[in-house]
Structures are given as structure tokens and as C-alpha cells.
């Protein structure tokens, strides 16, 4: 096993963001030091609840969870669909907890956790990019202080495909791709081409078995989650794209990379200049291997389900500043990856 590495988590919890969570809980060379909720597939107050409970739910200890943007740099969230359901999570729900948000917001824990780490930090970003693009703002040596950056968005094939995460905030994005610039460890993004090449299935699913909770968990939110799939066209099975780009947080060499210089256009789309004409602004992932992925994934949250049973539950307290607790859905739900 690798040394362990802290990381840093910025996502708006929906299915596969909840899935990456888990499998950094789960993963023994991660030490997750703070999660960023941010508004995207739900609103940012269910994903906070989401969190909040998610780290119940897994035994956690007492991990930061701050509150971040409810509405993208300029104007307002696209109309949300039900991919992710009413609450983000599927058919499962998370237990409630007592555990709090900080006392203070997504902006400053970015921030802080840099500083926390300088040099070590590895930066995982699920959702849209309004968060890291705050922190940036507040801290323009965020790119080197910063050990790796990891970004789950984005469509690089031959149409101009406005993924989500980007979507909902280009302006954020365009200035997180421009703070990253020329520098000498450039973000690694996950986009659509990549991510949609791990699909769980059912049968992935049965390779996780067991009466704990964490399996009872996931079993329910990705029932969900294959039939938003099917009911969408592309059959019943599930994209893991968040838990990629956790896993590529971890190791990078999970994924096979290009350079180029990424630009946002106003619609949201993500479009690659491959020549190195310019200055390059990330490292684009282009190929994967699903069983590698898949077998790390079962391993590890079966792992962790195991000690879950161990402990016979989770628990633990939370920093500073408002309650907030799993019980009572947002209303409103859903993204398009």
C-alpha cells in the first residue's frame, strides 16, 4: 500500500459523487482532511445533509464538511433533472447524525487545507467548479500549492458536449483552467470519454455482498442509478465517473493522459486544443482499464464494510458552526452525467 495522502473533496452528492466518497473512506493511503459541498446535482444544503450522514454512515472520523456556493459565478443552476433522485442518493438513505458543518465556508477550507499541506495536498473535484474557483480568487498560489489536482468534468470528443459539471458553471471553470495555465503540475481531468468506459453493472454489484451497511448503501443508490441509466438509453448499468476520478486522485497512472490547453465556451462546453501551441493547461485522460478500476473499487469498499460490521456502526463528531442533519430531502434533484 502506498503512503497515505491527504486529500481534499469538493463535490455536490448525488450517486456517483457519494460512491467516490466512500471509496476514499475506504482506501487506507487516503486521508481525507476536508469535503467542500458545493450545489450542482441538488442543492447545497442536501448536500451538506448528504455528507454530513455519508461519513455516519462509513464510521468516519470527525472530517470537515464546509458549506460552498448554492449558485454558479454568474446567473442561475440549469433546471435540474431526477437522476439522482429526490435526495441525491438514490433509493438509499444516509443515517441521520449529529456531526456539524464548520464555522466556516467551502472558500476558506479549501484554503486553509492548502496551507495544511503545502506541497501535499491532492485536490478532488465531482462537481462543478465554482468552489475551487472562490479559493482561487482568495488564493492565487493555490496551483502550486497544490500536489495534484483532479477534476471530474468535461467532454472531449468531436462535438462540442456540454458536460454538467462544467456546464452549470463555465465561468468558474474557465477560471480554474487559466489559474492552472502553464504550470508545472497541471490538473488531470476526467471527462465524459473517460469516465463512461467504467460502467458498473449488476454483476460488478454481486462481487459486494454482506449485511453491513455500507453494502445495504450502495446496493440501493445504484439500483437507482441503473435505472436512470436505462430509463436514458444506455441500458441498465451504471457510469462510475466520480469514483474515478477518486481513484485517479490516489494514482494517477490508473488512467493514460494527454496534454492540451483546455478552453470553456459560453455553453458550457469543454474544448481541447491538443497541438501545445499554447501553453497547456491539463492533462486530459484518455484511456483506462475498467477491471483494474473495478477491482480496486470491490476491494476496497468491501474492506471497509468489514470493519464497518467490526465496529458494529459509525459515529463521531464534526467541527464547528450549524447543525445540519440527514433527515428531510431538498427539494429539486439531478445532472445529466
Known sequence: MSAVQPVFADVDTGIDDALALIYLLASEDSDLVGIASTGGNIPVGQVCANNLGLLELCGAPAIPVSKGADEPLCGHWPERGNFHGPTGLGYAQAPPTERRLTDYDATTAWVRAAHAFPGELIGVVTGPLTNLALALRAEPALPTLLRRLVIMGGAFGDQQQAEWN?????????????????????????????????????????????????????????????????????????????????????????????PA?????????TVADWSLNREANAHIGIGVDPADFFDRFIGRVAALAGAYSDMGGGGGGGGGGAGVTTTGAASGAGTDK
Do not use: N
Not at 488531470?188 to 473517460?194: A, D, S, T
Open 261 to 269: 490547453t483546455v478552453e470553456i465556451t459560453a455553453a458550457g462546453a
Open 166 to 258: 462544467i456546464r452549470v458553471d463555465p465561468d468558474a471553470a474557465g477560471e480554474v483552467f487559466a489559474g492552472w495555465a502553464g504550470r508545472q503540475r497541471l490538473p488531470i481531468v476526467c471527462g465524459l470519454e473517460l469516465t463512461q468506459r467504467v460502467a458498473m453493472t449488476p454483476e460488478i454489484l454481486a462481487r459486494l455482498s454482506g449485511p453491513a451497511p455500507v453494502i445495504r448503501f450502495i446496493e440501493d443508490a445504484l439500483r437507482f442509478y441503473f435505472e436512470s441509466h436505462r430509463d436514458r438509453g444506455f441500458g441498465y448499468l451504471a457510469y462510475l465517473h466520480d469514483p474515478l476520478a477518486a481513484a485517479v486522485a490516489l494514482d494517477p497512472e490508473l488512467v493514460a493522459t494527454r
